[in-house]
Structures are given as C-alpha cells and as structure tokens.
C-alpha cells in the first residue's frame, strides 16, 4: 500500500520500516513523513526500543556439553535397534531349527540315545516331544496329499481328504509364533530405521 | 593445522564420521542453546532442546544443503522444536533461572554491571511471558535477522499471520519495558 506523505505512518508501516521490508520507494515516503510529522516519530522511537533493547541481550554460556550427550544419544540408538534384530533373527533361526529338528524321524532316536549316554533320570520330555512330531508328520503327509489331490479340488467341489482335528494343535502353535516373530517385527523395525537413517523431523 | 569447514564436517558426518558432528555441535551449542533459552527461558529445558534439535539436525542431515551456512538452519531447527514444545497440549511455566553465570564485563563498575544484569532479566521474562508465537516470530527475526517471508516458512504460518505475532510480540515488549523502566 503507497504511504502518502500527508497520512500519518501505521503501525504496520512502522514495523515494516525498521524492519527494511518496505520498497525503496515506499520507505523514502515513510521518512519523508517521518522528517515532518509531530506524532509517527514517537511511534517509531517506542518501537524501536524494542529492536535496540533485545539486540543488547548477550548469549549465555552453556553449562554442560551438549556434544557429549549428542555422541551418547548417536551411539546409542542404532545399537539399540540392531540389538534387538540379531535378537529376533537368532529367535526365529532358533525357533526353525527346533521345528526341522522335531519333524525328523531320527531326531527322537538321537534324543533318547543321548538321554541314555547322559544317564539322565527321566524320559518324560521325549515323549513330550513325540507329540509335535506327530504333528509335523501328520502335516508333511497332509501336504503330500493336497499336492497329489489338489487339481481335482479345483475343478470339483468334494470334501478334503484328511482328518482335519489332527493338526487343530500343530497349526495353533505354528501360527502363534509366526504372529508372535511377525508382530515383533513390525514393532520394532520402525524403531531402528529411525535410529538408522535420517528422517523427517 | 587448519580448522575444518562445517561443509567438511558435514560432509564426513553424512560419510559416517560420527565424531565430525560433535564438533559441529561444539561449534553451535552456545547459539543454539540461546535459542532455547530465550524462548523457554529455563536453563535445564532450554539444555534438552538444544540437545534434541542437534539430533534432530543429525537425522535430517540429508535434507540440508551444505552450501548453505550451518549456523542459520540448525537454529531454525531448534527454534521450530521450541515452539512445538511450547505449544504442547499441557501447558507448561517457565519461570526463568536466576543466571549467575553472566559473560564477564571488563572494566565494569559492580553497580552498573548489576544495572544491566537487571535490565537483561527484565527483558528475558518480558520475552518468556510473550504467547509462543508472538516470542518465536520475535526470536527469528531479530537474533536470527529471517525476512518475514523466509519465518512464514519457518514457522508455517501465512505472511499476516507471522506480521501480527511479531507486531503484538514487540508491542507488548515495548509495553512491559516501559513500565519496566518506570519502576
């Protein structure tokens, strides 16, 4: 908005003046006002105490280093995040390997022969142990049968061909710990990307 | 041995030099810790940002032109963090901290050193008693000379908007440092 010489400056103006936000021509007008007007250089002289007091203001030391505690923070997070994926990989490795071992066939007979060169005192958990294997068996069975009978399910509707109760126990579990790994993937993956990578603030 | 440039520094922190971003932060810390301190006007607080918005640099060190100069943006950075931090749903009291730890002033009479301590509190709580953004527009444009333009950004706010904050922010400062002075 044009300044006319003869209106006094507004608050806006004034503002704008000091700050050096006003065209050049604009500002030449204000201060033309300015060298004349008996009130606007009041105005201006209340306003710019403000400017002449804040820039009196001197920076404060700091009293601890802040440098130390940014390295700290820097060091720590991405440890953090990669802790706890080695954790989640060697669960789920573990978990695998347990799984493969128990559906082995060999696997009860090596069991209960070190049990005997252990001399341990009872076999209770072998036979624990004889029901996940069952499960896997009863699984590996069933898959093969799906393979051998599945195009004829596709083009024709018939009942499955297997005892479904059997495997109720093997699938609960296997799907809990597929959810309980994903579930804890999903939780902590976010955690350390954002310690990993740059992102927005 | 010659001093390293912040583009240097920048650039071997984004390299993995982890240690080169500690010295940048050696370099910055007593500004940005004013930053803070003038809007939050607690020592302790002000620490924490400060703290928070190098890491916050850190992890947006990508984004950052390395042409441009350091100081400027990683104070806009914590500037920014202040102001979300002030304007957080619980509302917060920042009664400021009786400093004494003030820069020494050579060849200073006591008296008139405690005069211009006093006049500095005095405008330190006419500042943190500011509403947020009145204080941040005020912050960004006089210790960190942005345009108006370039706090709209900062701040996010449309160009009336950042005007009228800083209008009314230096308004009442002038109100408060004149009934100040009458005292």
């Given at each position: 908005?044009?300044?006319?010489?003869?209106?006094?400056?507004?608050?806006?103006?004034?503002?704008?003046?000091l700050?050096?936000?006003?065209?050049?021509?604009?500002?030449?007008r204000?201060?033309?006002?300015?060298?004349?007007c008996p009130?606007?250089?009041?105005?201006?002289?209340?306003?710019?105490?403000?400017?002449?007091?804040?820039?009196?203001?001197?920076?404060?030391p700091?009293?601890?280093?802040?440098?130390?505690?940014?390295?700290?923070?820097?060091?720590?997070?991405?440890?953090k995040?990669?802790?706890?994926?080695?954790?989640l990989?060697?669960?789920?490795?573990a978990?695998?390997?347990?799984?493969v071992?128990?559906?082995?066939?060999?696997?009860?007979e090596?069991l209960a022969?070190?049990?005997?060169?252990?001399?341990?005192?009872?076999?209770?958990?072998?036979?624990?142990l004889?029901?996940?294997?069952?499960?896997w068996e009863a699984?590996?069975?069933?898959a093969?049968?799906v393979?051998a009978?599945?195009?004829?399910?596709?083009?024709?509707?018939?009942p499955?061909p297997?005892?479904?109760?059997?495997?109720?126990?093997?699938?609960l579990l296997?799907?809990?710990v597929v959810?309980?790994?994903?579930?804890?993937?999903?939780?902590?993956?976010p955690?350390?990307?954002?310690?990993d990578?740059?992102?927005e603030? | 041995m010659?001093?390293?440039?912040?583009?240097d520094?920048?650039?071997?922190?984004?390299g993995?030099?982890?240690?080169?971003?500690?010295?940048?932060?050696?370099?910055?810390?007593?500004?940005?810790?004013?930053?803070c301190?003038?809007?939050?006007?607690e020592?302790?607080?002000?620490?924490d940002l400060?703290?928070?918005?190098?890491?916050?640099?850190?992890?947006r060190l990508?984004?950052?032109?390395?042409?441009?100069?350091?100081?400027?943006?990683?104070?806009?950075?914590a500037?920014?963090?202040c102001?979300?931090?002030?304007?957080?749903?619980a509302?917060?009291?920042?009664?400021?901290?009786?400093?004494?730890?003030w820069?020494?002033?050579?060849?200073?009479?006591?008296?008139?050193?405690?005069r211009?301590?006093?006049?500095?509190?005095?405008?330190?709580r006419a500042?943190?008693?500011l509403?947020?953004?009145?204080?941040?527009?005020?912050?960004?444009?006089?210790?960190?000379?942005?345009?108006?333009e370039?706090?709209?950004v900062?701040?996010?706010?449309?160009?009336?908007?950042?005007?009228s904050?800083?209008?009314?922010?230096?308004k009442?400062?002038?109100?408060?440092?004149?009934?100040a002075?009458?005292?």
């Amino acid at each position: 908005v044009p300044i006319e010489s003869e209106r006094h400056l507004t608050d806006e103006d004034l503002h704008a003046l000091l700050d050096g936000e006003l065209a050049v021509a604009t500002s030449v007008r204000a201060r033309a006002h300015l060298a004349t007007c008996p009130t606007c250089p009041a105005r201006l002289r209340e306003i710019e105490s403000v400017f002449v007091a804040l820039k009196a203001l001197p920076d404060l030391p700091v009293r601890r280093d802040l440098a130390r505690g940014v390295l700290d923070q820097l060091a720590l997070a991405p440890t953090k995040g990669r802790r706890w994926i080695w954790v989640l990989g060697a669960q789920a490795v573990a978990a695998g390997v347990l799984a493969v071992a128990l559906g082995q066939p060999a696997a009860a007979e090596w069991l209960a022969l070190a049990s005997v060169r252990l001399q341990l005192p009872s076999t209770w958990w072998l036979e624990l142990l004889a029901w996940p294997r069952a499960g896997w068996e009863a699984l590996l069975s069933q898959a093969q049968a799906v393979l051998a009978y599945g195009p004829s399910l596709i083009t024709q509707a018939r009942p499955l061909p297997w005892p479904t109760e059997g495997l109720a126990a093997p699938a609960l579990l296997t799907g809990l710990v597929v959810l309980w790994l994903a579930g804890n993937s999903l939780l902590l993956f976010p955690r350390s990307r954002g310690a990993d990578a740059p992102g927005e603030a | 041995m010659a001093e390293a440039s912040d583009r240097d520094l920048v650039l071997r922190t984004r390299g993995g030099e982890v240690d080169a971003f500690g010295e940048i932060v050696r370099r910055y810390q007593v500004s940005v810790f004013n930053v803070c301190y003038r809007l939050l006007g607690e020592r302790r607080d002000a620490e924490d940002l400060a703290q928070e918005a190098f890491l916050r640099a850190y992890q947006r060190l990508r984004s950052y032109d390395e042409e441009r100069p350091f100081g400027p943006w990683v104070r806009q950075v914590a500037a920014r963090l202040c102001l979300n931090y002030l304007e957080r749903p619980a509302p917060s009291s920042f009664p400021l901290d009786e400093e004494n730890d003030w820069p020494a002033a050579t060849g200073e009479q006591p008296e008139a050193q405690a005069r211009k301590r006093e006049r500095e509190q005095t405008i330190r709580r006419a500042l943190v008693a500011l509403p947020a953004k009145q204080r941040t527009a005020v912050e960004l444009r006089h210790f960190q000379e942005f345009s108006y333009e370039e706090i709209a950004v900062a701040m996010g706010l449309p160009l009336s908007d950042v005007k009228s904050h800083l209008f009314r922010g230096r308004k009442a400062l002038a109100e408060k440092l004149k009934s100040a002075d009458r005292i």
